[in-house]
C-alpha cells in the first residue's frame, strides 16, 4: 500500500488540475510516476525499452503515410459527401488524418442541438472531453453552462457545440497547424449543415483558426466578424474568452458577459426568440 501512494497521489494531482482548467505535462507527469515507482527489474527495464518507440511509431503508420495537403484533401472529400450532421461525425471518426488519433481515447466532434440557432466553437478537448467523447464536459464545461443559461440558451434545447479540433493534444498543448489544418473541411461544412444563426467562438485558438488572423483574443473579443465558409456560409462570429481562462482570471467574466450581451443582442436583432 504505502509504494503506491506516491503514484495513487501523482495521479489524483494531475486529475485535479485537468478539472481546474489548468494544461498538464504528461510528459513530466510519467517522469514522476517512474521516479516513484519501485526500480524496475532488468527484464522488466527491456521491455520497456523496447515498447518505448511504439507511440510515435503508431503516430507515423496513421499520419505519416500520406502529406498534409494529401490528408486536406481527403477530409475535404469526406466532408462534401457528408449530408447530415451525424454523417460527417462518423466521417470524422474514421478519419485517420490527424496525428492526434492514436494517442486520444475518444474523438471529440459535438454536442447539443444539430441545426440550433446558436453555434459555440472551442478549441479542442481535454482530459475529460476525451475520455466522454462531448466537448465542454469538464470544469470549464460547467461554466460555459452557466454562461449560456445566463443568456438563454443550452445544449440541449438551443445550442450546439463543436471544437476547431477534434482529437485531444498531449498535455493540453494548443493545437498545431497541421493538426488544425485536417480538421478545417470538417469544421466548415459542419456549419454548412447547421446553418447557425450567431458563432461563439471560445478562446484564442477557436477565434484566430476560424477567422484566419493572428491577433490575439484581447483584441478580438467584443467584436463581430462575419465568418464565410467555403460552401457560401456567412455567420456573425463572436470571439470571447474561453471559460478555462476565466476560471484562471475571474477578474475578466464581467467582459465575458459583455460578450454573451452582444450575442443576445444580435439574436434579438434576428427575431430569434430563445
Known amino acids: 500500500m504505502q509504494q503506491n501512494s506516491p503514484t495513487a497521489t501523482i495521479h489524483a494531482l494531475a486529475s485535479w488540475w485537468e478539472e481546474m482548467g489548468v494544461a498538464v505535462d504528461h510528459g513530466e507527469i510519467q517522469a514522476l510516476l517512474k521516479a516513484a515507482s519501485p526500480a524496475a527489474s532488468p527484464s522488466a527495464t527491456s521491455d520497456q525499452a523496447a515498447t518505448k518507440p511504439a507511440t510515435p511509431a503508431k503516430r507515423r503508420r496513421r499520419a505519416g503515410a500520406k502529406s498534409v495537403a494529401e490528408w486536406v484533401a481527403e477530409a475535404t472529400a469526406l466532408a462534401a459527401a457528408a449530408d447530415s450532421a451525424e454523417a460527417l461525425k462518423r466521417a470524422v471518426e474514421g478519419f485517420d488524418g490527424s496525428p492526434l488519433k492514436p494517442l486520444c481515447e475518444k474523438t471529440v ?56 479540433n477534434y482529437w485531444r493534444p498531449p498535455g493540453n498543448r494548443n493545437p498545431e497547424a497541421d493538426e488544425l489544418a485536417v480538421c478545417r473541411p470538417f469544421v466548415d461544412r459542419l456549419i454548412d449543415l447547421t446553418q447557425p444563426k450567431i458563432m461563439l467562438a471560445m478562446g484564442g485558438v477557436a477565434a484566430k483558426t476560424l477567422l484566419d488572423t493572428k491577433t490575439g483574443i484581447m483584441r478580438l473579443r467584443g467584436n463581430e466578424t462575419v465568418f464565410t465558409t467555403p460552401g457560401g456560409t456567412s455567420v456573425p462570429v463572436t470571439p470571447m474568452f474561453h471559460p478555462a481562462y476565466l476560471l484562471r482570471r475571474g477578474a475578466d467574466k464581467s467582459r465575458a458577459w459583455r460578450d454573451l450581451l452582444l450575442a443576445q443582442t444580435r439574436l434579438e436583432e434576428m427575431g430569434i426568440s430563445l
Open 109 to 164: 466532434v459535438f454536442d447539443g442541438v444539430p441545426g440550433a440557432p446558436v453555434m459555440v466553437i472551442g478549441e479542442g478537448p481535454g482530459g475529460q472531453e476525451d475520455r466522454t467523447g462531448l466537448p465542454f464536459v469538464g470544469k470549464a464545461g460547467q461554466l460555459l453552462d452557466k454562461m449560456l443559461a445566463a443568456i438563454s440558451l443550452d445544449r440541449k434545447t438551443n445550442t450546439f457545440i463543436t471544437n476547431v
